[in-house]
């Protein structure tokens, strides 16, 4: 069974960074899109940055400029480097992979960023 484990969540102050990780297990063959998605309290879960095997990124216009996607497919692993946090930036964001066709999902990593 394909695992994702997420980490680098947290308590930041607004303007602080964080940089979110998620390194994908049992996979035999490569991964084709690798992705975050988040949910705030009481919205649905939305995409905020996805990345292909080539490496073509999309981001959400709400991160464009202050978030980076990137992945390192010899580690099977997604980053999320966040910079210039704001309270809106507050949710669980969950790692996202797409194999062999299938939706995969992490757990979610808590990410709270104070005013």
């Known amino acids: 069974q394909v695992q994702l484990v997420e980490s680098g969540g947290g308590l930041v102050q607004a303007g602080g960074s964080l940089r979110l990780s998620c390194a994908v297990s049992r996979t035999s063959f490569s991964i084709n899109t690798m992705g975050w998605y988040r949910q705030a309290p009481g919205k649905q879960r939305e995409l905020v940055a996805e990345?292909?095997?080539?490496?073509?990124?999309n981001y959400a216009d709400s991160v464009k400029g202050r978030f980076t996607i990137s992945r390192d497919n010899a580690k099977n692993t997604v980053y999320l480097q966040m910079n210039s946090l704001k309270p809106e930036d507050t949710a669980v964001y969950y790692c996202?992979?797409?194999?062999?066709?299938?939706?995969?999902w992490g757990q979610g990593t808590q990410v709270t960023v104070s005013s």
């Open positions: 996202n992979i797409v194999y062999l066709w299938k939706d995969y």
């Open positions: 990345i292909t095997s080539r490496g073509t990124t």
